[in-house]
């Protein structure tokens, strides 16, 4: 099973709305990820987890605050958003960089954001 | 500076019209080199990983192959459900733990 599912698919919030998006995987990965998409852009890192403590923070603004309940589940809460942040989320997850392999990454379907 | 470079941009291919996709990449040390393919709306799909010149690795109607400096992913025979936007990513030694370095992609669209 190489599947990593997301919730919401879709989220509209205004800018006073606090939300979270969900990301669970069942392969066994120690290392989660999220990242932000734009449209026909690449995705871009935001935060890396590695044995459930939060390893990268690709300086993202402290209105998006990751959490990693355990070792399948990712969370990314949403506060004071602004309409910029408006984009595709993406949740991935690999094997643990320690264990030596190229790690690859398996995506989520994401969720489409947006900010009013 | 580590760097991922897709081309071209855009191809446009006729049913059946075999053609190629190229990722050239410059890091450090290559860990590994991914394909993933990302249709519109929705989070990539994984399709390959590389990680030593030489290497092949085919799928259906798509092979990946992978030299010191650039990958290839030959598309033989599409079909119109190929079109989707394909993404080159690189992981090398060192550096930021984590970090894909993704090129821009290509948009690939396959016409009946």
């Known amino acids: 099973d190489t599947e990593v599912t997301q919730t919401p698919k879709h989220l509209v919030m205004g800018m006073t709305n606090k939300k979270s998006l969900k990301c669970e995987q069942h392969?066994?990965?120690?290392?989660m990820y999220w990242y932000k998409q734009k449209a026909k852009k690449p995705p871009e890192l935001m935060f890396v987890y590695s044995y459930e403590k939060l390893s990268i923070n690709e300086s993202v603004p402290s209105r998006f605050s990751p959490e990693c309940p355990n070792s399948s589940l990712l969370n990314l809460h949403l506060h004071a958003l602004q309409p910029e942040d408006s984009a595709l989320y993406l949740c991935?997850?690999?094997?643990?960089?320690?264990?030596?392999?190229?790690?690859?990454?398996?995506f989520g379907p994401g969720t489409r954001l947006t900010v009013l | 500076e580590d760097q991922v470079t897709q081309s071209p941009e855009a191809l446009r291919l006729q049913e059946g019209e075999s053609s190629s996709l190229n990722c050239s990449y410059t890091v450090s040390g290559l860990r590994g080199l991914f394909w993933y393919r990302q249709d519109p709306g929705k989070g990539p799909e994984f399709l390959f990983t590389?990680?030593?010149a030489g290497e092949e690795k085919e799928k259906e109607r798509l092979k990946a192959t992978l030299t010191k400096k650039e990958s290839f992913l030959h598309i033989t025979a599409p079909k119109p459900e190929d079109s989707a936007t394909y993404l080159c990513?690189?992981?090398?030694?060192?550096?930021?733990?984590?970090?894909?370095?993704f090129g821009k992609g290509t948009k690939l669209s396959v016409k009946p």
């Open positions: 990513a690189v992981r090398a030694y060192g550096g930021s733990q984590g970090n894909l370095i």
């Open positions: 590389l990680y030593s």
């Open positions: 991935a997850s690999s094997q643990a960089l320690s264990s030596g392999g190229p790690g690859e990454q398996f």
């Open positions: 392969m066994g990965h120690r290392a």
